[in-house]
C-alpha cells in the first residue's frame, strides 16, 4: 500500500511541475537570486566609490527583500544609510546584508 501511495504522489507531482512549466506558470525571468554574490572585497571598493562620488546606486539583498535604489551614507564601519529620495524611503544596511551594488545612469 505504502508502495502505491508513493507512487501516486510520484505521478501527481510530475504532472504539476510538466504543467506549471509548459503553462509558465513558474516565470524563469532572472531574479537577484540569479546573480552571484560579490565578494567581500568588491564590495569593500563598491562602497567606498559610492560615498567618495555620491553617484545613485542600487543594491541587492541577500534576505529575499526587494533591491533598493538610492544614495548611500555611512553611519559606522559595516551600517550604512540607504535613502531613496523619489519613495522617501530609507534603510539601514549592513555590509553582510549586500549580495550586489550598482551604479544607476
Not at 17 to 24: E, K, L, T, V
Not at 46 to 71: E, V, Y
Request: no cysteine; proline share 5%.
Amino acid at each position: 500500500m505504502q508502495s502505491n501511495q508513493s507512487y501516486l504522489t510520484e505521478i501527481r507531482d510530475t504532472v504539476k511541475n510538466n504543467y506549471r512549466r509548459f503553462f509558465a506558470i513558474d516565470s524563469t525571468k532572472p531574479t537577484y537570486n540569479d546573480l552571484p554574490q560579490m565578494p567581500e572585497f568588491q564590495i569593500q571598493l563598491f562602497l567606498s566609490q559610492t560615498l567618495k562620488t555620491g553617484f545613485p546606486i542600487k543594491i541587492q539583498f541577500n534576505n529575499q527583500s526587494p533591491a533598493m535604489s538610492g544614495k548611500l551614507t555611512k553611519l559606522s564601519n559595516e551600517r550604512y544609510l540607504l535613502t531613496n529620495q523619489q519613495h522617501n524611503m530609507t534603510r539601514i544596511v549592513n555590509i553582510l546584508e549586500i549580495r550586489s551594488i550598482q551604479k544607476i545612469k
